[in-house]
């Protein structure tokens, strides 16, 4: 059974950073493109950012460029985002999820970022 | 303002059909044959009903179907049931610049 479990979530202030993992199970993790999606409260979805099998390729949405980096260590099967500059806007559920033939196949049941003084 | 519009709701009653629509461009939706489809019931994650503009993936009823014509692409849930009650959101991969789009989410209410 594929399992995709975030953590990392919480609380940070307005320019502040954090580190959000996602832990791969029941799949064979290397053989994925992996993506970020949020979604902010009581709003839709929204694609973050995704990254190649072997990460040497990786994609961003315009208004995270320059302030997220998304990662994987296959031999962990884990997936990252390191998030900063944080800002309010980037308050949301943030999700990993398998990406394969251009669709996103499963999803983890998200992580909450809160952004706020 | 999500890059594709769906409308805000829509609702049906058990056994009858409803359809949601999914507006992009020539761009997104109208360029690839790479529209999915996403049910989400409140509180959980998302789960992919539709692939590829009208493929099932293995274990989604039936009762779930999809097309596209042009630069609109259409869910339809026909059979309705109690459990269909949820947000729906469509996507489409909008080329190598940005990537991903997705709609702002449906809510089907089963009167």
């Known amino acids: 059974e594929v399992q995709l479990v975030e953590s990392g979530g919480g609380l940070a202030q307005p320019g502040g950073s954090l580190r959000l993992s996602c832990a791969a199970s029941?799949?064979?993790?290397?053989?994925?493109?992996m993506s970020w999606v949020r979604q902010a409260p009581g709003k839709g979805l929204e694609w973050v950012a995704n990254?190649?099998?072997?990460?040497?390729?990786?994609y961003y949405v315009d208004s995270v460029k320059g302030r997220f980096t998304i990662s994987r260590d296959n031999a962990k099967n884990s997936l990252y985002l390191q998030m900063n500059s944080l800002r309010a806007e980037d308050t949301a559920v943030y999700y990993c999820?398998?990406?394969?033939?251009?669709?996103?196949?499963?999803w983890g049941q998200g992580t909450l970022v809160t952004v706020s003084s | 303002q999500s890059a594709l519009t769906q409308p805000a709701s829509v609702s049906g009653s058990p056994g009858q059909s409803i359809t949601i629509s999914c507006t992009g461009t020539?761009?997104?939706?109208?360029?690839?044959?790479?529209v999915s489809w996403y049910q989400q019931h409140p509180g959980k994650a998302p789960k992919l009903m539709i692939y590829?503009?009208?493929n099932r993936p293995s274990g989604v009823s039936n009762r779930f179907s999809a097309s596209k014509s042009g630069n609109t692409a259409s869910l339809t849930i026909s059979g309705l049931q109690a459990e269909d009650e949820a947000d729906y959101y469509c996507?489409?991969?909008?080329?190598?610049?940005?990537?991903?789009?997705f709609g702002g989410g449906t809510k089907l209410t089963v009167l």
């Open positions: 029941g799949f064979t993790f290397s053989s994925y493109w």
């Open positions: 999820a398998t990406h394969s033939g251009y669709r996103f196949d499963y």
């Open positions: 996507t489409s991969y909008a080329g190598s610049g940005i990537h991903w789009v």
């Open positions: 990254i190649k099998l072997d990460g040497s390729e990786k």
């Open positions: 590829g503009v009208t």
């Open positions: 020539s761009s997104d939706v109208g360029g690839y044959n790479y």
